[in-house]
């Protein structure tokens, strides 16, 4: 349990019955916030989709999809989702969503390939949202504004329950601070990816990171994004590349950096066909949700997805996401985390 981080001194402020309350009274305010801060409407969606279609999210195109034959369709494979980035952008041109306005869900998916620690577990839960935008709004601007949003949502949900269980107290800060991938490279040369946004983090205590996906000026991605959602190839304002990036806060129970959410502007048509070449990938024009797009069948759009467990695990000072959500973790791990005074569900 090497990556596991065990907080010297750990006890958790909330007890289990404090804290199952405390996940609910999270999740019910910050949807809300959010649906009335982005103007989205709830909808349903899918646990899986068929495999073949391009629909499914390829978070860095090396994760294996839980896949199962469904008998009723001649043993198709079907497979649980990584997210529902691409299935979103389908909604809402099924829903004809206009701009200006979309739809967020429960998506809960099955990775099992994530490596297990005290934010990775086998069952991610989230808040997938999206909404429709004009061509004008495909800029750095826009989704600078529409991060200072979801942080006015957090920093709302932070004040709520730290009201209601005053053992916890407030440490976010006021305003999320900006910065692009490369200007953090040029910052700290020396420094791995992670850990340059650690040392950033702790600085401003939140940040939004720009451009993640894009090829760096040292040769490297500050992390992968897959080619086909979103557009971290086209320059922005800035003379930078990407127009897309992570909400990170300070945890200072774990000392470390937090990633919140990922999001960003979508690809068109352009960002689509360029991004594929970029990472060989062209094959993907054929699949369903590829033509779609390129036949203008999609509307442009912003979204993303903004983690439930790591939202609650943070507002409630937890240090482990398996005080949050029943999942599976190996004895080894349940055993140094009852030692460390993490209490696993």
Known sequence: MSKL???QGYSPLLDMRQTEQGIKLIKDFFQQNLSTELRLRRVTAPLFVLQGLGIND???GVERAVTFPVKDLGDAKAEVVHSL??????????YEVEPGYGIYTDMNAIRADEELDNLHSLYVDQWDWEAVITPEQRNLDFLKSVVRRIYSAILRTEYLTCETYPQLQPFLPADIHFIHSEELLKMYPNLTAKEREDAITKTYGAVFVIGIGGQLSNGEKHDGRAPDYDDWSTENSDGFLGLNGDILIWNPVLGRSFELSSMGIRVDKTALERQLVLTGEEGRKQLYFHQQLLNDKLPLSIGGGIGQSRLCMVMLQKAHIGEIQASIWSDEMRQECEAAGMPLI
């Open 5 to 7: 981080i065990k907080p």
């Open 58 to 60: 390829d978070l860095n």
């Open 85 to 94: 980035a691409k299935w979103k952008r389908l909604t809402l041109a099924e």
